[in-house]
C-alpha cells in the first residue's frame, strides 16, 4: 500500500495570504487526488492531480484559488490562495493504486 | 446518479457490544466499495475493500462488512468494539480500474460507551 505524506500538517494563516501543501507518495501512482474535509463533515473532491499537465477541477473549485502541480509521478502541491476564514478546514491528499490511499491531512485554520 | 447513503450520522454503543454501521449505495455498473475509518484529528485509514469474489471481507482492527446487491448495502460489522474504535466512519464507492471517482458517504461517527 502507498504511504503518503503532508507538509505542514496543521497552519494558521492570516486572510488574504496563500499556503502550499506538498503531498509526497512512497510510490509512483498515477492518479493523485486533493480533497477538502469542512469542519463535522464528510469529504468533498477539489481536482484530480494529472502528471504532466492541468489538473481537473470539480465543480465549485477553480484553478485561481486551488492552483495544483504535480511535477512527477510521487509528489503534488496544492496552494489554497487568498485565503478567507471559510476556507478553514482539512485538506487531505489521496493516491490511487489498487485502491485509494489517503495521507494524513493539513489542518487549516484562517483568521 | 451515484451515491452513498449513511443513514446514522451518530452511533453509541457500549464496550464489549457488537456494532454494525448501515451503508446503502446507488451505482450504475458493479461497485468497488471501501470503509475508512478518520479518527480525530487523523487522515483516513481504510478498513476493508470489496472488489468482487466473497461477498464477506474482512478488513483490520477485526471488521468485516458484507456486500449485498440485492439490498445495494455495504454494512460494517464488528462482535466487540474497543474503545478505541470510536471514531468517523465512511463508506466510499468507486471503480478502481476506471476513471470514476469515489463518492463518500457523509459519515457515522461511533461514540463507546466505557
Known amino acids: 500500500s502507498a504511504v503518503i505524506s503532508q507538509k505542514p500538517s496543521r497552519d494558521i494563516c492570516q486572510r488574504g495570504t496563500s499556503l502550499t501543501i506538498q503531498c509526497q507518495v512512497d510510490s509512483q501512482v498515477t492518479m493523485m487526488f486533493w480533497y477538502r474535509q469542512q469542519p463535522g463533515q464528510s469529504l468533498t473532491l477539489i481536482a484530480t492531480?494529472?502528471?504532466?499537465?492541468?489538473?481537473?477541477?470539480e465543480s465549485g473549485f477553480v484553478i485561481d484559488k486551488f492552483p495544483i502541480s504535480r511535477p512527477n509521478l510521487t509528489f503534488s502541491t496544492l496552494t489554497v490562495s487568498n485565503m478567507s476564514p471559510e476556507d478553514s478546514s482539512i485538506y487531505l491528499c489521496?493516491?490511487?493504486?489498487?485502491?485509494?490511499?489517503f495521507g494524513p491531512g493539513t489542518r487549516l485554520t484562517v483568521l | 446518479a451515484q451515491s452513498v447513503t449513511q443513514p446514522d450520522i451518530h452511533i453509541t454503543v457500549s464496550e464489549g457490544a457488537s456494532l454494525e454501521l448501515r451503508c446503502n449505495y446507488s451505482y450504475g455498473a458493479t461497485p468497488y466499495l471501501f470503509w475508512y475509518v478518520q479518527s480525530p484529528g487523523q487522515g483516513l485509514q481504510l478498513l476493508l475493500k470489496y472488489f468482487s469474489g466473497d461477498t464477506l471481507v474482512q478488513g483490520i482492527k477485526g471488521f468485516e462488512a458484507e456486500f449485498k446487491r440485492s439490498q445495494s448495502s455495504f454494512n460494517l460489522r464488528k462482535p466487540s468494539v474497543h474503545w478505541s474504535d470510536a471514531a468517523e466512519y465512511f463508506c466510499a464507492v468507486g471503480h478502481m480500474n476506471r476513471d470514476d471517482k469515489i463518492i463518500f458517504g457523509k459519515g457515522t461517527r461511533l461514540h463507546i460507551l466505557p
Open positions: 489521496s493516491a490511487r493504486e489498487d485502491t485509494q490511499y
Open positions: 492531480a494529472n502528471q504532466g499537465s492541468e489538473a481537473t477541477y
